[in-house]
């Protein structure tokens, strides 16, 4: 059984509605056995994994790769993700690591959406040795312009000799779609699974439209 998984930290725009929303994305798009589960500092109105450490912001998705939390298949939404279209397809690939592009820039990995099944509890372990550190090497942009968790965990993948695959060589450009790339301010795309709404607006910004008819 695949587990859907989705982290929420306290402190920031998001809280247990965000989940709850998310919950009833995934549940009315794929129709595959799974279980739904969010790692949080919060009570949700769903399986709850309590985060361990103190991260802030995305370093909280680093959780995820804790030894020993998930056996099987894992697909991992950001809360800001608005599920559009069948998943099935997505869940039953067999999936080494899979990640978002970059929308901005293609060549680059993003975490708004990863598959994974396996041990990379090498993530984990390698950012709990100097999160601090770690954090602000890559939060800073570093020079190659590239930040945050989502460059940390290519290059854990890297240093593994692993390359991400990503969802649009698997399975289309607009699979993962961006609300503001792909102009899906009138509708989604049709063979969109889901619509990332990175930066500005968020859904809660928009108040009529596909968005909150599908979201709330």
Do not use: N
């Not at 739904?36 to 790769?65: P, Y």
């Not at 939060?139 to 968790?149: C, E, L, M, P, V």
């Not at 990503?166 to 961006?178: K, M, N, P, Q």
């Amino acid at each position: 059984m695949i587990t859907v998984a989705c982290v929420l930290r306290s402190g920031g725009i998001y809280d247990a509605s965000w989940v709850a929303k998310l919950q009833r994305g995934v549940a009315r798009y794929l129709s595959l056995p799974h279980r739904f589960v969010c790692l949080s500092d919060m009570d949700v109105a769903c399986e709850r994994i309590a985060l361990k450490q103190s991260w802030c912001g995305w370093w909280s998705k680093i959780e995820l790769f804790r030894p020993g939390l998930f056996a099987g298949p894992v697909l991992y939404f950001d809360l800001d993700t608005v599920i559009t279209g069948s998943l099935d397809v997505i869940a039953a690939h067999p999936h080494r690591f899979t990640m978002a592009h970059e929308f901005y820039r293609p060549a680059l990995l993003c975490s708004t959406a990863m598959a994974w099944e396996g041990d990379f509890s090498a993530i984990y372990a390698t950012f709990l040795r100097d999160p601090v550190a770690i954090a602000a090497r890559y939060d800073s942009g570093r020079t190659d312009g590239r930040i945050g968790d989502q460059a940390f965990i290519e290059d854990c993948l890297s240093e593994c000799g692993l390359e991400a695959d990503t969802f649009r060589d698997l399975f289309g450009e607009r699979s993962i779609a961006s609300y503001k790339v792909h102009d899906c301010r009138k509708a989604p795309p049709p063979d969109a699974a889901a619509v990332a709404f990175h930066g500005s607006p968020k859904p809660h910004h928009l108040t009529s439209g596909w968005v909150i008819d599908q979201w709330i």
